[in-house]
């Protein structure tokens, strides 16, 4: 039991190693499929926890602030990422509607939650409850939080529009950029780290 923290499986081919240090902006990869096995933790559990309260912070500007307003004739429009969203389903584009809503927002939303839950015990070395659950949550929202496509779409539509409208980005454009970079810095850390350095209750 003592020597089963040093040893690491491929989560895809099952394959088994032995765990060994990692220097800063190493990644250790399966040597039959290649898939990412650790990546060097360079980032605390309290940095980890404060950066997913900023992004929590920032998500929240995001979404109750506009995205972008547009001029034309001296007449002002704007819109945020909801006022988007009921726009499309009035429009009987539901389907679109409600992927924007879950890709953009649930979750997205849901991703935060977990992670600040999980990290507000792992402060304790800990596991919250429903540890287990949340983590596999966490790796099946992974692909599904699709901000940065959005933002991406953003921009090149604010390119577009600014030959027809004055285009004036908004606070909520700022906020995604932000969140975007956030969730990137965040990405390049491997929360599966947790597993090692938690521990479960004592009953």
Same mark, same amino acid.
């Given at each position: #039991?003592?020597?089963?923290?040093?040893?690491?499986?491929?989560?895809?081919?099952?394959?088994?190693?032995?765990?060994?240090? &990692?220097?800063?902006?190493?990644?250790?990869?399966?040597?039959?499929?290649?898939?990412?096995?650790?990546?060097? !933790?360079?980032?605390?559990?309290?940095?980890?926890?404060?950066?997913? *309260?900023?992004? *929590?912070?920032?998500?929240?500007? /995001?979404?109750?602030?506009?995205?972008?307003? *547009?001029?034309?004739?001296? #007449?002002?429009? +704007?819109? =945020? &990422?909801?006022?988007?969203?009921?726009?499309?389903?009035? +429009? +009987? /584009? !539901?389907?679109?509607?409600?992927? =924007?809503?879950?890709?953009?927002? $649930?979750?997205?939303?849901?991703?935060?939650?977990?992670?600040?839950?999980?990290?507000? $015990?792992?402060?304790?070395?800990?596991?919250?409850? @429903?540890?287990?659950? /949340?983590?596999?949550?966490?790796?099946?929202?992974?692909?599904?939080?699709?901000?940065?496509?959005?933002?991406? @779409?953003?921009?090149? /539509?604010?390119?577009?529009?600014? %030959?027809? $409208?004055?285009?004036?980005? @908004?606070?909520?454009?700022?906020?995604?950029?932000? &969140? %975007?970079?956030?969730?990137?810095?965040?990405?390049?850390?491997d929360p599966r780290n947790l597993w090692d350095i938690t521990r479960e209750d004592a009953r």
């Open positions: #039991m003592d020597k089963a923290p040093s040893l690491i499986v491929c989560e895809h081919c099952d394959t088994v190693y032995q765990r060994r240090h &990692l220097a800063r902006g190493e990644v250790a990869r399966c040597s039959v499929c290649g898939a990412v096995l650790e990546r060097h !933790q360079w980032l605390g559990v309290d940095g980890q926890l404060a950066l997913i *309260l900023s992004a *929590l912070i920032v998500f929240v500007i /995001a979404n109750v602030s506009p995205i972008v307003t *547009l001029g034309l004739s001296g #007449m002002l429009a +704007d819109t =945020t &990422l909801w006022g988007a969203v009921i726009a499309m389903w009035q +429009d +009987d /584009a !539901q389907v679109v509607a409600v992927l =924007t809503a879950l890709t953009l927002f $649930f979750f997205p939303l849901s991703q935060i939650l977990l992670f600040g839950w999980v990290l507000w $015990f792992a402060r304790q070395g800990r596991r919250a409850p @429903g540890f287990r659950e /949340a983590m596999s949550a966490l790796v099946r929202l992974k692909p599904w939080s699709m901000i940065e496509v959005f933002m991406l @779409g953003v921009l090149v /539509a604010v390119v577009k529009a600014h %030959t027809y $409208f004055d285009v004036i980005p @908004g606070a909520g454009i700022w906020a995604f950029g932000f &969140l %975007t970079i956030l969730i990137t810095v965040f990405a390049s850390h």
